[in-house]
């Protein structure tokens, strides 16, 4: 029978593999989440504009039937 001795430096690429992997996937959660956020800033701004638009339409409007 065969006996093998481990060394720390034996383990030590295991865990760097470990902890890389949960660094990675931390980084692409994050950046979805950050990409997410970014969009629904871009909905909302062009929601606002498209309220703005649809307010001076309005008002374009009255002012016609009121001549």
Known sequence: ???????????????????LNSAEKAYKQAKTSYQNARKNEKVKRQALKDAEKAMKYKKKIRKLSEQ
């Not at 006996?3 to 865990?15: F, K, N, V």
């Open 1 to 19: 029978t065969l006996s093998y001795t481990l060394s720390l430096h034996d383990a030590l690429p295991i865990y760097a593999k470990a902890s």
